[in-house]
């Protein structure tokens, strides 16, 4: 699970990238495209196509840093926001669940207590 310090964000790109892009490609999206700051020290997640490849993009303080991931099956839970270019922030949570390939925008919960004690 990568963990999130306190205080940083989450940005997932909204939409598909192409996943032949590098750092200094991806820097360029975040800046031109998400008008954000890729030096801030904020996380910018980015998917492909087909959905089986994820990209995070994160300044750790002297250098960018790129975590990648590819699921063997399935694929990463994306959203889809018609006419909207941008994206959406996520919690540390979500990340974690989007990493591990589960459908974070409502993961189920599967048990609950019925009685105290």
């Not at 990238?17 to 700051?37: C, E, I, N, S, Y």
Request: hydrophobic fraction near 50%; aromatic fraction near 10%.
């Amino acid at each position: 699970m990568m963990m999130v310090p306190a205080g940083v964000k989450v940005h997932l790109a909204l939409g598909y990238t192409d996943m032949r892009k590098g750092l200094d490609g991806l820097a360029m999206l975040v800046q031109g495209t998400l008008k954000q700051d890729p030096f801030s020290g904020h996380l910018f997640a980015f998917r492909g196509r087909r959905a089986s490849m994820l990209k995070i993009l994160f300044w750790d303080g002297n250098g960018l840093c790129l975590f990648t991931k590819r699921l063997d099956q399935g694929g990463f839970v994306w959203p889809v926001m018609a006419g909207f270019d941008g994206s959406i922030t996520l919690t540390p949570a979500q990340l974690a669940m989007l990493i591990e390939g589960i459908d974070w925008r409502a993961p189920e919960r599967v048990w609950k207590p019925a009685l105290a004690g």
